[in-house]
């Protein structure tokens, strides 16, 4: 069925999509901010405004959240992204309202009851520990503070100690009444979803917010560094990058495609040639992130540390020779995942809700599955290659987790 678009009065967009043959809905709250939109020093706020809002909003306090949106057999779930946050429910066709109700309050009315701020900044601090115990997790974040030096889109999601601890709930209301503006909103729902239902509960609950949209973030800009976290581990964990392309770039296509081909899955170069031929690495992929106006495409393998070195050297090779001699066939391959991927992932009731908001925020239309599927058929060898070979020469960024790779070799 067709998606269609709304807007308030106040600005606030309102996205929906009926599914056939399906009997549940999905509905989100999208705020087209994250934390790169962080002042100097809150590093973590946006993050621990998401944590917060589930500890009372509205007449609901923490327990009455997870009671009353368990008690219909959903789930109320949230995340952080550099660039956008999400409040999001499943749910049974029949709970709509119950939906947009909670998913509302979030936003809107939570509480940040200071005694349990405190508390919460515990439970961050767990996750953050749990993070840094997490190699090839971690290494991500070292990695975009190495991409992005000093600049808000370099500073890990979930903030450090020093940030977390200076964080009041004024802050987090300030936060909230600043960030989620109705012009940076986006509500949508896909699924068994009733189109007049959802307009009038947007009405209902969202219509009285005063005009306005979120200050656009700081501008990013690929500075490119290393970051070594000596700590010891059985292997060594390398991530690096060069600059990608943003999420408007004729070349986003292109990249994605060479980025697939490089390292996307098992019959990749890397993959084959890293794991299958040397035996150097155990994990090993390629990926591309984009963002506004700036991107990443980089490439992450855990090796044994004698040997993360010449992985690193060899990944280097591998990628560009793909940007010299990508071949058709390669090509066809990229574009078939690529294109399954985004196919299968559509068939979801949540995924659809997520392309909704995402393509609107991003694109400010929705963008048909067919369109970007014809887009992939568009994309050249020539034009893939060329999309590899102008990140690479950009800059590299390098981040590594149990040691430094001088130190391993």
């Not at 936003?107 to 439970?123: G, N, Q, T």
């Not at 802050?171 to 909230?176: H, K, Q």
């Not at 991107?295 to 010449?310: H, T, V």
């Not at 196919?343 to 963008?367: F, K, P, T, W, Y």
Request: aromatic share 6%; hydrophobic share 45%.
């Amino acid at each position: 069925m067709t998606a269609r678009v709304h807007r308030l009065s106040n600005g606030l967009t309102i996205a929906v999509e009926p599914m056939a043959g399906v009997e549940t809905l999905a509905v989100g709250i999208y705020a087209d901010v994250g934390s790169r939109s962080e002042a100097a020093g809150q590093g973590g706020l946006a993050h621990l405004v998401e944590h917060m809002v589930f500890k009372g909003a509205g007449t609901r306090d923490a327990r009455a959240i997870a009671e009353d949106i368990e008690d219909v057999g959903g789930s109320l779930n949230a995340w952080t992204a550099r660039d956008h946050t999400v409040y999001h429910a499943r749910l049974l066709a029949g709970d709509l309202a119950l939906g947009v109700d909670m998913i509302a309050d979030l936003v809107r009315a939570p509480r940040f009851d200071a005694d349990e701020l405190e508390r919460e900044k515990k439970v961050v601090l767990s996750e953050l520990g749990e993070a840094r115990d997490t190699p090839d997790d971690i290494v991500f974040d070292h990695l975009q503070s190495a991409c992005y030096p000093g600049q808000p889109i370099g500073v890990p999601v979930l903030g450090d100690e020093a940030t977390l601890a200076t964080l009041t709930a004024g802050d987090l209301r300030r936060w909230t009444e600043t960030q989620y503006r109705p012009g940076g909103l986006v509500l949508a729902a896909a699924g068994k979803v009733d189109e007049d239902a959802l307009l009038t509960l947007a009405e209902a609950r969202f219509g009285d917010m005063a005009r306005g949209v979120p200050a656009p973030a700081p501008t990013a800009r690929f500075g490119g560094g290393t970051h070594h976290d000596r700590r010891r581990f059985d292997q060594i964990h390398v991530a690096a990058a060069w600059p990608g392309v943003g999420h408007s770039a004729d070349a986003l296509h292109a990249l994605s495609l060479f980025s697939s081909a490089a390292g996307g899955g098992m019959s990749s170069r890397l993959f084959q040639q890293l794991r299958e031929e040397r035996g150097l690495a155990y994990s090993i992929y390629s990926w591309t992130q984009a963002y506004a106006e700036t991107g990443l495409f980089g490439i992450y393998c855990a090796a044994e540390r004698p040997r993360a070195a010449q992985a690193l050297a060899l990944a280097r090779t591998v990628l560009t020779e793909t940007a010299e001699t990508l071949s058709e066939a390669e090509l066809v391959r990229a574009r078939a995942q690529a294109k399954a991927g985004l196919l299968m992932g559509l068939e979801s009731v949540a995924a659809r809700c997520d392309h909704l908001a995402r393509n609107l925020q991003i694109h400010g239309r929705i963008v048909p599955a067919a369109e970007t599927v014809a887009e992939l058929d568009a994309v050249t060898v020539q034009q893939a290659r060329a999309a590899g070979a102008a990140a690479l020469a950009g800059g590299e960024a390098l981040a590594t987790v149990g040691g430094s790779l001088k130190a391993a070799a």
